[in-house]
């Protein structure tokens, strides 16, 4: 079945065409371009000593590469975005193919687009900049976090809901919000899982089919939030657009490594960067294009996240107020589990509560009116300090010891997400609530 209930065959060929053509003839960013204003801003400075004091980085004005960056919020992904929509409109079942692709690769599908057999030219074919030891040890750094790498990663994510054209996107798949919210956080803690597995991102192996199965799905998001009323072109750009494909990345290699050093972990820089060689591959086959801005080391990848938050204001909108306050509070227990399952909830969302006394902004804090994080903070980093700092001062080094480490880790990961989501909770079907 179609994300998009179709009522009018014309009308909705009309929005197609305007958002595969959105991004053609622009020379200014969506919602103009205020990246002087917000560097002067006094929340831009505090920027800039936050992210000196998280990161060792001086971040400092970076015009021609925020434009850059502010420029691809016009596009999504040119090559998934015509091949699904053409099929679709052909009536096909565009899940099945998907489906197909994913296992088969592009001799499984019958009468395909050009833009399909590109696409797969571009995810099929390893590029020759791919270097698997650094993606294997990027894998390998990346995964040392394990289950706290994960509530960091959605914790971290508070402050990113504030960015309105977000919120926009998240609130309208219907799948981000009250009793679904923490389902779809599981779902994303095993995509984190799957591509950080050995040997995950090679071609047809479980890390590589999610990344590429949440590209293809998210031409039927996109289009989906495009064509909504709430939807503001002018304003947004296009929804999960390239400006996002590369944030999120850098959230989860340069941000992560190095704000997880306050829990006492200690990666070195080459792993960081090791960490952000993953990421970069990993938004290329999720459709992050080759010739935007991503940079290879940490100084790079700090001045890029700095440029792109300046672009990408906090908003007190409702659905970004919402959106975060639905989010911590999925965590809580939940009513009718079993006393067990209960504890295993009540444990979870106060780590939350103490992460984010670490790892939201304080504004954002009050935004949604989350409690206060400390009276759980202090006690949490007693605990994770001293036992995360002994493990890699050892880790580094005794490869023995490291090794398993490792597969301990591995393992809790999964156990983890077994005991709270099962294998029919996997299937991800976006449905839009517009």
Not at 71 to 100: C, F, K, N, Y
Not at 343 to 369: C, E, H, M, N
Not at 395 to 411: F, M, N, S, T
Request: glycine share 6%; aromatic share 10%.
């Amino acid at each position: 079945m179609s994300i998009l209930k179709e009522r009018d065959r014309d009308s909705e060929i009309l929005i197609d065409e305007q958002f595969l053509s959105l991004s053609k003839g622009r020379t200014v960013p969506p919602g103009g371009f205020l990246y002087k204003e917000a560097f002067n801003a006094k929340a831009g400075k505090d920027l800039r000593k936050a992210f000196k004091m998280v990161t060792g980085v001086e971040t400092s004005y970076n015009e021609e590469q925020a434009h850059r960056i502010a420029m691809s919020s016009w596009m999504g992904d040119p090559l998934s975005d015509v091949a699904i929509l053409q099929m679709r409109r052909e009536g096909r079942d565009v899940h099945q193919i998907m489906r197909t692709f994913l296992t088969e690769g592009i001799n499984g599908v019958s009468n395909y687009p050009p833009e399909l057999a590109e696409l797969w030219e571009q995810v099929g074919v390893v590029p020759q900049w791919v270097e698997w030891d650094r993606i294997e040890r990027g894998a390998r750094a990346y995964r040392r976090f394990g289950v706290e790498g994960h509530r960091y990663q959605g914790i971290g994510s508070l402050d990113m809901y504030r960015v309105l054209s977000i919120a926009r996107t998240l609130m309208s798949t219907g799948q981000y919000a009250d009793d679904t919210t923490y389902k779809r956080y599981l779902l994303t803690c095993n995509f984190w899982t799957e591509i950080s597995e050995p040997h995950g991102m090679r071609p047809f192996n479980e890390g590589w089919k999610v990344a590429l199965r949440v590209r293809l799905l998210h031409t039927l998001i996109r289009r989906a939030v495009f064509g909504s009323p709430r939807w503001e072109p002018e304003k947004f750009g296009m929804p999960i657009n390239q400006s996002g494909m590369l944030t999120a990345p850098l959230i989860s290699s340069v941000m992560m490594c190095k704000s997880m050093q306050i829990l006492g972990y200690k990666l070195t820089d080459e792993e960081v960067e090791d960490v952000i060689h993953l990421w970069q591959y990993v938004a290329h086959v999720m459709g992050y294009q080759r010739e935007n801005v991503f940079p290879s080391n940490i100084p790079g990848a700090v001045q890029a996240m700095h440029d792109s938050l300046l672009l990408n204001p906090p908003s007190e909108d409702p659905d970004c107020i919402r959106l975060g306050r639905s989010f911590l509070e999925s965590f809580k227990p939940h009513p009718g589990a079993s006393f067990t399952d209960r504890a295993r909830q009540w444990v979870g969302y106060k780590i939350g509560i103490a992460q984010s006394g670490l790892f939201v902004s304080p504004d954002t804090r009050r935004a949604i009116k989350s409690p206060n994080p400390w009276p759980w903070t202090i006690p949490y980093l007693i605990a994770q300090f001293p036992k995360n700092r002994l493990q890699d001062i050892r880790r580094l080094k005794d490869p023995v010891y490291a090794r398993k480490l490792d597969e301990k880790i591995r393992a809790q990961r999964y156990k983890w997400l077994k005991t709270q989501l099962s294998d029919v909770d996997m299937s991800y079907q976006p449905k839009s609530k517009f």
